[in-house]
């Protein structure tokens, strides 16, 4: 039974009772049920969850013991404790006091949970459905997190980590290479259906979810592991690097190389599709944390959607070159042929693919390229050489295309032979920048007319 805290205790700011009840009415929410157990509800709730038996990873009753004792002392959770790994968050590291969420804060993630649920059922992929029965992380408050942790542990041995803010793709990869996902402590304002920056409701309502899906919780693994390999290979470089500049470009080198692998990051765990039973089904954490995008990404015609074989090593070089926007709703999204081709990504894969990428022509959000199995061309498609006659004709850009056409450009004009290894079928992948662009660009460039991307 749930404790009726005081209304008037979790009420703040201009959020009066009638207003957040109005609220709630809009989004079909019972403003009655917003209220979150009491400690001694949650704790009695928690000791059922560790006890279970029936989990494919149940936890040691000496293990539970002690995890159950931490919650009872009333210290806040910060980084589960339930297996021998753990990671360092350093000045990162966050905790949930849960008592000091609020109402508005409850009210949010109910408004937003309800929200998805009437999208998500459509739009989302059975694999996903699951997941969030499975963690009950629909209910209509923000979830305690020690009880949430010790449920995703025993389904998946993956823990949660509290961090304070936008972390370091390095931390974050870090945590994902010892089955650690870090989720913030915020919730976004009342009725905000997108986000740029991760809040409780993309990290929880979005990704939690999605680590049901056995191929997901791999590559986020794999894509850890993959990071921990390029700044070990980084390091054993600098150690033999023998002047500034050197160490420099190594850096450099290696920045580029993340930045390659988080492509297919982005392009699968947070905004892939997959092709379920003749349809396209989101599983994408991104995607399914905004109701609005859930929708769209299914059935708008304004993006580009394009099938993608993860096995398939273009295909895979066809993500990791591609620009994205994180600022709204993807104009580009790529549809998996199948979830289990996922498991292709292994750490090592990874690694070859971003490698091949760096001596690729790289392409926008906005391009179809030659050899794309399309599914639908959105309104903002531009062919691939069009950055470049709009960078050179001093028309207006978008950052990503101007990024993206001045590092071909300058990767041509500095004369680097394209990588294109004999058993790798890329021909169709590389549509050629004309040689009469990149002449005039370098012009261009060393009179000073383009800035450093
Ligand atoms: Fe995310």
Not at 167 to 175: D, G, L, R
């Amino acid at each position: 039974m749930k404790t009726h805290m005081n209304t008037k205790s979790l009420t703040n700011g201009s959020l009066t009772k009638d207003l957040a009840a109005s609220i709630a009415a809009k989004h079909g929410v019972d403003i009655t049920s917003v209220v979150p157990l009491s400690k001694s509800e949650r704790l009695e709730q928690l000791r059922a969850v560790l006890n279970r038996k029936d989990v494919p990873h149940p936890i040691t009753r000496e293990t539970a013991r002690a995890y159950f004792q931490l919650a009872e002392s009333g210290k806040p959770f910060a980084i589960g404790t339930l297996s021998p790994q753990t990671v360092d968050l350093s000045k990162f590291e966050n905790q949930q006091v849960y008592e000091s969420l609020t109402l508005k804060d409850h009210l949010s993630w109910a408004c937003l949970v309800a929200d998805q649920q009437a999208t998500k059922h459509q739009y989302a992929c059975r694999e996903y459905l699951l997941g969030e029965e499975m963690f009950e992380i629909s209910g209509n408050v923000i979830p305690d997190y020690y009880i949430l942790n010790a449920r995703i542990y025993q389904q998946t041995e993956w823990q949660l980590a509290t961090v304070s803010e936008i972390i370091p793709a390095e931390v974050f990869f870090h945590c994902h290479s010892r089955k650690f996902f870090p989720v913030t402590t915020f919730m976004r304002p009342l009725e905000t259906d997108y986000l740029e920056e991760p809040d409780i409701g993309h990290d929880v309502a979005g990704h939690v979810a999605t680590f049901t899906i056995p191929q997901v919780a791999q590559v986020m693994n794999n894509h850890g592991l993959a990071n921990n390999l390029i700044h070990h290979e980084k390091e054993l470089r600098l150690k033999n690097a023998t002047s500034e500049l050197e160490e420099q470009r190594i850096n450099e080198e290696a920045t580029e190389l993340l930045l390659f692998a988080g492509r297919l990051y982005w392009f699968t765990v947070e905004f892939g599709l997959v092709m379920q039973q003749d349809n396209f089904k989101a599983f994408g954490a991104g995607i399914l944390s905004s109701p609005g995008e859930t929708k769209y990404s299914v059935d708008s015609p304004n993006s580009n959607r394009i099938l993608i074989d993860p096995s398939s090593d273009r295909d895979l070089l066809r993500l990791a070159t591609t620009d994205y926007l994180i600022s709204e709703f993807q104009k580009t999204y790529f549809v998996m042929k199948n979830l289990e081709s996922l498991s292709s990504l292994t750490p090592q894969r990874i690694l070859h693919i971003v490698h091949t990428a760096e001596n690729l022509p790289h392409h926008t959000w906005r391009e179809i390229v030659p050899g794309d199995e399309v599914i639908n061309v959105g309104t903002s498609v531009t062919s691939p050489n069009e950055k470049y006659y709009r960078l050179l004709a001093h028309q207006a850009l978008d950052d990503c295309l101007y990024r993206t056409a001045i590092r071909n450009l300058r990767m041509y004009a500095k004369g680097l032979e394209l990588h294109q290894p004999e058993e790798l079928d890329f021909v169709n992948l590389l549509p050629p920048v004309p040689e009469e662009l990149v002449q005039e660009f370098s012009a261009a460039d060393q009179r000073g007319e383009f800035a450093l991307p």
